[in-house]
C-alpha cells in the first residue's frame, strides 16, 4: 500500500515568473533532483525524444495513473528521507529536498503519482514547462543539483555545485557509440587470432 506523499510546495511556471529569492537556514542542506533520467527513468523522455512533445503529452495522459519507473537517484532520495526520520520532527529542517522539472501540465500528474506510489516525500517541486533552471537553482541555492542533462549541468555549474547524471537516451550519441565499440572489436579481434591454434 502506498503511503501519501508530502509535497510541502508546487511550483508552476510560465515565462513571465521566476523563483523566489528567499533566505535559507544556515545549516540546511538542500538537495535538488531532476525529475526523468534522475529520479524517474528515462521512459517518458524516450517518448518526447522520438516522437515530439504532442506524442510525449498523449502518452502522459494514458499514463497519468501509472507511476514512472525508477530512476538512479530514487534510492538515494530514500535514503535521504530515512535521515531526515531520524534527525526528527524538530531538525527534519536540516535536510530539504527539491525537484526542478521540464514538466509542465499533464505531465505534473504523473511525476505525483509517481511520488504518491513510492512514498517519497519532496519538500519542493518546480515545473519549470522548459525554463532555464538556472535562476531556480542559483535562487535554492543548493549544495548538490543532480541532472542528466549537459546543457542543464554546464549552465549551473556556474553557479551551484552540479552532478551529471550520465544515464538513459539524454546521454546515448549514436557517433559516440560506433567511435567506442570499434576500438574494442579491433581489439577482440586480435586477441581471437592470438589464441586461435595455427
Request: proline fraction near 5%; charge should be neutral; include cysteine.
Amino acid at each position: 500500500m502506498s503511503r501519501p506523499v508530502m509535497v510541502k510546495k508546487m511550483h508552476n511556471y510560465n515565462e513571465t515568473t521566476s523563483a523566489d529569492l528567499s533566505q535559507w537556514p544556515k545549516d540546511q542542506v538542500r538537495i535538488v533532483f531532476d525529475g526523468d533520467g534522475v529520479l524517474f527513468s528515462d521512459e517518458a523522455e524516450c517518448i518526447y525524444r522520438e516522437k515530439g512533445l504532442e506524442v510525449f503529452q498523449q502518452f502522459e495522459q494514458e499514463k497519468k495513473h501509472i507511476a514512472l519507473p525508477e530512476g538512479p537517484l530514487h534510492a538515494f532520495a530514500f535514503k535521504l528521507q530515512k535521515v531526515r526520520e531520524a534527525l526528527g520532527k524538530e531538525n527534519a529542517w536540516r535536510v530539504r529536498t527539491f525537484l526542478v522539472t521540464a514538466r509542465n501540465g499533464v505531465a505534473n500528474e504523473r511525476a505525483f503519482k509517481t511520488l504518491q506510489n513510492w512514498g517519497l516525500e519532496i519538500d519542493e517541486t518546480h515545473f519549470l514547462g522548459g525554463l532555464d533552471k538556472t535562476p531556480f537553482l542559483i535562487a535554492i541555492d543548493p549544495a548538490i543539483f543532480f541532472d542528466d542533462s549537459s546543457d542543464h549541468i554546464n549552465r549551473a555549474k556556474q553557479y551551484v555545485p552540479a552532478a551529471h547524471i550520465v544515464y538513459g537516451i539524454q546521454n546515448v550519441k549514436p557517433s559516440n557509440i560506433a567511435a567506442e565499440l570499434a576500438p574494442v572489436r579491433l581489439v577482440l579481434n586480435k586477441e581471437m587470432k592470438n589464441t586461435t591454434s595455427p
